[in-house]
């Protein structure tokens, strides 16, 4: 992946805590918004989904395009921002 966002940068670096779901590197307010009406209101809610696809980042993107109408784009800085802050932290 090319360089990364400072959104990503500050996920990555420290831990999850309470963070919104808009914290996380490719979810705007409208992702976002989109995100909470199902019930991922927070970043940890979204990466309890993560870990359940057993942080296979193909099959998390497609979920989260299928599930708040993200582009490839932004579907994979959210697997990528997820899956470091996996590797850092767990």
């Not at 009406?37 to 998390?60: H, P, R, S, Y």
């Amino acid at each position: 992946m090319s360089t990364t966002s400072q959104k990503h940068r500050d996920f990555v670096g420290e831990p999850m805590g309470d963070k919104p779901v808009t914290a996380l590197s490719g979810i705007g307010d409208s992702l976002g918004k989109k995100l909470e009406d199902q019930g991922f209101d927070k970043a940890f809610v979204v990466l309890g989904q993560f870990l359940l696809l057993k942080k296979d980042t193909e099959m998390f993107t497609e979920w989260l395009k299928d599930a708040s109408g993200a582009n490839s784009r932004q579907a994979g800085s959210c697997a990528q921002c997820l899956k470091e802050w996996c590797d850092a932290f767990l």
